[in-house]
Structures are given as C-alpha cells and as structure tokens.
C-alpha cells in the first residue's frame, strides 16, 4: 500500500491544475495504475460534482490565486487537500518537449505519490482576507507617494519650481498655497494645462488619503481585539500596523519548529551554492511573503534609529562600513521576525536585556 505525505492511505489521487475558466484534472489509482481524466469548471457546483463523480482520497493542487479557495471547497466535501509548493526542485520543468495542463495535473498525482510534494499552509478564510486588506493599505501607501512624485513632477518640468522636501510640501498651509495656483483642467489654457494636471491629482491624493483612513480605522478595531499583535508591538521600531502584519502573516507560531523555519517563511534565509569543494551562501531567497518583508523592513530601520540596543547590533553587523549596511539591515529583519515569533510561541513580551549585543566598535 502506498502512503501519502501525512502518513495515511491514498489510493485515488486527484491532481487539478488550476485554470481561471476551467481547471484540468487527473486521477490516480495507485493500486492499479490507472488513469482519468477531464476538466472542471471553477463554480462551487461543478467542483462539488467532480468529487461526488470521483470519489477522491485525496485532491493535489498547486499554490497560486485560486489555490485558497479551492482549498476550501474541497475541504467543505469531507475530502483531504494538499496545496503544493511549485518553487521546490521537485515541481521544476526541464528538458521536456511537451508541457500541457493535463501534464501538471498528472505529475502532481504522481509527485504526491512519492511524497514529493512540500506542503503549503493555507490559512483560514478569515486571515485571508485581513492579509488582503493589509496588502491593499501597503497598495494606497504606494499610489500616495506615486501621486505626490508626480505632483512634484509637473510643477518642476513646467514652472521649475521645486516642492519642499518631507513633508512640509504637504502640510496644510502648503496645501492651501498649492491648490490656490491651480484649477480644475476644463478651464486651463493650452499653455497651462499644468494646473488642470496638479488640481487633478490633488483631488486624487485626498481620494486616496479618505480611503486609507477608512482601512486604519477597521484595522485598529481588529487590533484591538488581539492580544498578540500587542505582544509583538512591544518590539522597539514594531508599531501595531507591523505587529497585525507580523502575527497574520505568521498565522500561528506553533507550527515553525525553529527560528530557521520562520526566516525561511519569510524569505530571509540566504541562498544556498553548493558543488564540490564549493560550499557559498547567496543573497536572501525572497521565497516568502513580500508585505512581510516590507514591514519587517520599515521596522528595523526605525529600530535603529529608536532603540540603542538595536542600533549597537546594526553597527556590529555592518561593520562600520557603508557596503555592509543592507547585510546589516536584513540580519535586522531576521533578528526581529524570530524575536516575534518567540513573543507569540511563549505568551510573552519582549525584554531589552534579552537582547544579547556586543558594543559597537570604535
């Protein structure tokens, strides 16, 4: 009898590679070897008709946008899910001539066979859509400094002039100033359309600065509610925003075993060269979850400049040098995320004296 990856039996696999309109599977029988199969709409209807049909001891599909809530649907059928990870050396492609939809399917069957699949962790459909709408306030944060950028842009290519630097351009007596040189774009000349451009923009930065407003204020009310993102915002340079995205993005502290595990989530884990007598590490894989390394990224720098602690172990790691100061920024990273992911295994929060650093050097 062969065994799955958790370790039970499977003797009907379904491997489904995922389509936006229609989905192609493939059953294996691992008694007898055959195989079926067909494609699959991706409403609720016809998938709840494909493992009625199939009868399935266990459903493979890859990672990807639909993999989530394939995921649940499948779960909701009474039927065991595996999402596979397609970045492992396993899933790669090489030196074939033929590669179709009906060929992913299939060799995702066989690979979860062999127990060849490395499993990815799909989190509850609740976190799902708090990691969205984390993502889509990093988006608006993204689409204001574009509108300001290009706000700076027009008045510089048309009239010359240069907007303060920081945030002075965008206080409310700058504001005022602004918008009193401008106009709405129907009424601009030819030869001052440049008004129309920065009145345009500026009704869109308000636009973007309410919709923003709107998303903090439902995350802070979810903040509020949990203990563990103010766990993790007892970390110097770790606000609650960076908290909510630390703890919903870890999703859950017990099932990393180790601080390696964790780094490796998140991407921070260097690459690994290894032939011969040739043993190097790279640079960071960047395999995990991008916002968490965004957050991660904001928070150590305001950790150096915030806490002395932090900043002694960001001059130790670089070496008193400006070439080091990215290695120095991301073993920071690192630092924090497995600091918190500690915070949240233990129940606890965080003690400076924990933190063990040498001084800076002269």
Known sequence: MVEHLEGGPAMRILGVDLGQSKSAWVQLDSTTGELQQGWVGMDEAAWRHLLDERRPDQVVVESG???ARVHDLVVAGGVRVLVADTNQAAWSWKHVKRKTDLDDALKLARLALLGQINPVHVPAPAVRQLRALLEY?????????????RIRAVLLSST???????KLAWSATARTALAARVKPLAACAPEELWRGLIHTELHHLDDVAQRLAEVDARLAQLQAADSDVARVASLPGVGLLTAQVIVTVLDGARRFASRRQVSAYAGLTPRRFQSGEMDRSGRISKRGNRLLRWALNQAAWVAVRCSSEWRDLYLRLGGGTKKRRKQAIVALMRKLLVVAWALLRDQSRYQPQRLKVR???A
């Open 160 to 166: 010359g002039e240069r907007l303060p630097a920081g």
């Open 65 to 67: 946008p639909l993999a």
């Open 137 to 149: 306030r990093r988006a608006l944060l993204a689409e204001r400094t574009r509108c300001k950028n």
């Open 359 to 361: 001084p800076a050097a």
